[in-house]
Each structure stands twice: as structure tokens, then as C-alpha cells.
């Protein structure tokens, strides 16, 4: 299975984007759908998951601001961002984790990445 996310570019500080990420094979035992992104001289972070029962998970610092939706029939998750700052530029990511073998997820798959830029 591959993950191709999209829906990256430049924006102004206060715009928005929504990213995208769409699986191309089954992902039958899901268990989350999440977004992470990675910033110039930073580790890679976690920012939203929506998990198999529709529960979602933000970081403090995007609450209010981001939406993860989730379309089950199209393999598709989105990440709407509104009202992007400077500190949200980076590389973001989509992940998809499955399986349950009593001690976690078993597998998972990683999108290629795609670019936000947010000019103050």
C-alpha cells in the first residue's frame, strides 16, 4: 500500500491549506490515520489522528485551527489548517497504523511528505 499526500504550498500567515492523503490498497484494520510533520532542524512531531471509531487527537497548539476528517469509502484522510502561522511551516506527513497483535499496531505506511510554507 502507498500513501500519496497533497495539497501542500505557500500561503500568508492567516490562510489556509488542506492537505490530503490518499491510500491505494486496502487498509482493512485500520486503526489510525494520522498527520506528523517535520520542520527544518526539528524531529518529526505529531499534529492530528483520527482513530477507527472516529475519535480525533490534536496537538495543543493547533487545536481550534486544524480538522482531520476522514473518508473511509474514497481511503482518503484530509487535514484542514486554518489560520496557519509561520511555526506551523514544515513537511507534513501521513501515516496509517493497523493491526492489533495485543501490543500495538502490527503494520503502518508513510505518505512521501508534502511542503507547507507560511510567510509572516
Known amino acids: 500500500v502507498q500513501l500519496q499526500a497533497s495539497g501542500g504550498g505557500l500561503v500568508q500567515a492567516g490562510g489556509s491549506l488542506r492537505l490530503s492523503c490518499v491510500a491505494n490498497?486496502?487498509?482493512?484494520?485500520?486503526?489510525?490515520m494520522t498527520w506528523y510533520r517535520e520542520a527544518p532542524g526539528k524531529s518529526r512531531e505529531w499534529v492530528a489522528d483520527?482513530?477507527?471509531?472516529?475519535?480525533?487527537n490534536y496537538k495543543d497548539s493547533v487545536k481550534g485551527r486544524f480538522t482531520i476528517y476522514r473518508d473511509y469509502a474514497a481511503n482518503t484522510f484530509d487535514l484542514q489548517m486554518n489560520d496557519l502561522r509561520p511555526e506551523d511551516a514544515a513537511v507534513y506527513y501521513c501515516?496509517?497504523?493497523?493491526?492489533?497483535?495485543?501490543?500495538?499496531?502490527?503494520?503502518?505506511?508513510w505518505g512521501q511528505g508534502t511542503q507547507v510554507t507560511v510567510s509572516s
Open positions: 501515516n496509517i497504523e493497523g493491526g492489533d497483535d495485543g501490543l500495538g499496531p502490527t503494520w503502518d505506511y
Open positions: 490498497g486496502s487498509i482493512d484494520g485500520m486503526t489510525a
Open positions: 483520527i482513530t477507527s471509531y472516529g475519535k480525533t
